[in-house]
């Protein structure tokens, strides 16, 4: 029961956690309960900046939403982006790992645990402490709440109804702010890394793009796709338009998808105005693609090959028609009607 019970939490800490940084828009406030203890905190996500040799206080919302006293455990982790492109954290859970670079575990001075009445709020105070020469650039990393069993002497910490908030921290410095496009392309899949220039329906599109941030510091990509049909606008779509907006780390890729309108048959462009970092740089891409509906496909072979058949009877119709004509001529050349002198 006891490995049950390991798996269902880390199963349900995973879900927290993409919830809370894939769709921030929809979270105020995240909320996991399990083993009699429930927690619900608020932000899920905090967004700093500190000078080096400075430090900082993060207050986050702690509420036991039981009818229970519960005990928990605060623990600071780093956090990578992971390979999905989505956004979704990779929480490193290894107490004695950090992350390679961008680590902000090693600055957080970490909270004594805490006991919560039915039904109380507590405002926990996270000290963010940054050292004097720490280099320019970002870092990143999660504060969990996890609930204390108390059934031992040894208070076992079960990752079970853990929640936490995410921190991202801009240290300013010799900040390399450098985010490119990867891609840019129209698919029939909102999670594609690849797309198509020719699609038989015009329904179900998505225009995807892909941000690369090969800088120091996590940027927050914003702008537009316009969906165009010659020179006639169609739609105008924002993208990232979310509170807080979803960022690309250093070191990664991060995918964004707009649906597009249900099209007809025809040539149509999208084109993206992207802009990032703290001078609005800017990134400008297109994409070209043609709507041909199936019917339209078959039915443009079918008179392709109708064509060719008629060009081919054609000729041996003239071919016969030209062979007539010479034998009529052989005859008359040769027939008994010619004269003698």
């Known amino acids: 029961m006891k490995s049950l019970s390991n798996i269902r939490g880390k199963l349900v800490f995973g879900l927290a956690f993409a919830i809370a940084l894939l769709v921030p828009s929809l979270v105020s406030a995240a909320s996991v309960t399990g083993s009699g203890n429930g927690l619900r905190i608020s932000p899920v996500r905090a967004d700093l900046t500190i000078n080096p040799g400075s430090s900082q206080d993060v207050t986050i919302y702690a509420e036991n939403v039981t009818d229970t006293a519960a005990e928990f455990q605060v623990i600071v982790n780093d956090f990578t982006a992971s390979n999905n492109e989505n956004g979704t954290p990779d929480i490193i859970l290894n107490p004695n790992q950090?992350?390679?670079?961008?680590?902000?575990?090693?600055?957080?001075?970490?909270?004594?645990?805490?006991?919560?009445?039915?039904?109380?709020?507590?405002?926990?105070?996270?000290?963010?402490?940054?050292?004097?020469?720490?280099?320019?650039?970002?870092?990143?990393?999660?504060?969990?709440?996890?609930?204390i069993n108390v059934g031992n002497s040894s208070k076992s910490?079960?990752?079970?109804?853990?929640?936490?908030?995410?921190?991202?921290?801009?240290?300013?410095?010799?900040?390399?702010?450098?985010?490119s496009v990867a891609s840019f392309n129209v698919?029939?899949?909102?999670?594609?890394?690849?797309?198509?220039?020719?699609?038989?329906?015009?329904?179900?599109?998505?225009?995807?793009?892909?941000?690369?941030?090969?800088?120091?510091?996590?940027?927050?990509?914003?702008?537009?796709?316009?969906?165009?049909?010659?020179?006639?606008?169609?739609?105008?779509?924002?993208?990232n338009n979310v509170s807080p907006p979803g960022n690309v780390l250093p070191g990664s890729t991060r995918r964004f998808s707009i649906p597009l309108k249900d099209l007809g048959w025809g040539k149509y462009t999208v084109e993206g105005n992207f802009g990032y970092g703290t001078s609005g740089q800017l990134l400008s891409v297109s994409k070209t693609f043609y709507v041909?509906?199936?019917?339209?496909?078959?039915?443009?072979?079918?008179?392709?090959?109708?064509?060719?058949?008629?060009?081919?009877?054609?000729?041996?119709?003239?071919?016969?028609?030209?062979?007539k004509l010479l034998a009529k001529f052989r005859n008359q050349s040769s027939g008994p009607g010619k004269r003698r002198r």
């Open 157 to 179: 910490v079960s990752v079970a109804a853990s929640v936490g908030t995410l921190v991202l921290l801009k240290v300013p410095g010799n900040l390399d702010e450098n985010l």
């Open 292 to 323: 041909v509906p199936l019917a339209l496909i078959i039915a443009a072979i079918v008179v392709i090959i109708l064509i060719i058949l008629g060009i081919i009877l054609a000729r041996k119709e003239m071919r016969r028609h030209d062979r």
């Open 98 to 147: 950090y992350a390679a670079q961008h680590s902000l575990k090693r600055f957080v001075v970490t909270p004594p645990d805490f006991t919560l009445a039915p039904h109380e709020q507590k405002a926990v105070s996270v000290k963010i402490s940054v050292p004097a020469g720490t280099a320019g650039g970002g870092y990143y990393g999660v504060v969990r709440f996890l609930p």
């Open 187 to 239: 698919s029939k899949n909102a999670n594609s890394d690849g797309g198509s220039s020719w699609f038989t329906s015009g329904s179900g599109l998505y225009a995807v793009v892909r941000f690369t941030n090969n800088g120091n510091i996590q940027e927050a990509p914003f702008g537009k796709i316009v969906l165009k049909d010659g020179n006639k606008v169609l739609a105008s779509q924002e993208i």
